[in-house]
């Protein structure tokens, strides 16, 4: 199911086989993902200074949450999407609103919350 509209995509993911099969995911959908993060500094760093336009994030990186992320995401005006296997209920006031997609990844939702957080924010 290819995706007319490719997306530089970063993935914050700290459980590498999840973060695999979300990278083979998107591939399939005509993505690129240009930066994979398994931990909050160095999402961070790739929030601040990669050329992306889409990120997914695990809410929880090795107990760490990754709200920070988020922000510095929302300050540069790039779309993301939280990834939780406990779906908005683990979401913060000022998070409520963000668009979630609930572990394990299903295509068709992921497409279409790529698809909805990426028109919402243009």
């Known amino acids: 199911m290819p995706n007319h509209t490719a997306r ?4 914050v993911e700290d ?8 990278e083979y995911l998107l591939a399939g959908m005509g993505h690129t993902v240009v930066g994979l993060a398994t931990r ?20 929880n990186l090795a107990g760490i949450q990754t709200f920070p992320v ?11 999407i ?4 406990y779906g908005s209920a ?14 394990p990844y299903q295509p068709e939702e992921l497409q279409r919350l790529i698809a909805e957080a990426a028109w919402i924010r243009a």
């Open 90 to 103: 683990g979401l913060v006031d000022g998070y409520r609103d963000e668009p979630t997609l609930q572990k």
């Open 8 to 11: 530089r995509i970063l993935i």
């Open 70 to 80: 988020a922000d510095i995401l929302r300050q540069r005006g790039i779309p993301f």
């Open 40 to 59: 909050v500094p160095t999402a961070v760093e790739l929030a601040l200074r990669a050329d992306i336009d889409f990120a997914i994030l695990d809410l």
């Open 15 to 22: 459980e590498f086989l999840l973060a695999m099969d979300l």
């Open 82 to 85: 939280f990834a939780t296997g």
